[in-house]
Nanobody
Framework: QVQLVESGGGLVQPGGSLRLSCAASGSVESLALMGWYRQAPGKRRELVATMTSGRWTNYAGSVEGRFTISRDNAKLTVYLQMNSLEPEDTAVYYC???????????WGQGTQVTVSS
């Protein structure tokens, strides 16, 4: 069974930084796309950032310039460096991976990020 396991969430003050990590475990050949989504209370899940195995990136406009996505293809791991955090970034952050061969999506269990003074 394949799982995506996230880590790195927590409580941070406005203007602070956090780094999220997500690693795939189990039998998975490769992930064409890995990324992060988030869901705030009462809102829909939204894209934060994604990166292909060829390192093409896509960012939500609200995080561009503040967040940086990176990945280690060999380790099937994706990272999200979040700087200049704002209260509006408070949400549960979910890791996503798309299998290369089947195109099906995998999701992590989510990690809470709270930005508050």
């Amino acid at each position: 069974q394949v799982q995506l396991v996230e880590s790195g969430g927590g409580l941070v003050q406005p203007g602070g930084s956090l780094r999220l990590s997500c690693a795939a475990s189990g039998s998975v050949e490769s992930l064409a796309l890995m990324g992060w989504y988030r869901q705030a209370p009462g809102k829909r899940r939204e894209l934060v950032a994604t990166m292909t195995s060829g390192r093409w990136t896509n960012y939500a406009g609200s995080v561009e310039g503040r967040f940086t996505i990176s990945r280690d293809n060999a380790k099937l791991t994706v990272y999200l460096q979040m700087n200049s955090l704002e209260p509006e970034d408070t949400a549960v952050y979910y890791c996503n991976g798309r299998r290369t061969l089947s195109g099906t999506d995998l999701w992590g269990q989510g990690t809470q990020v709270t930005v508050s003074s």
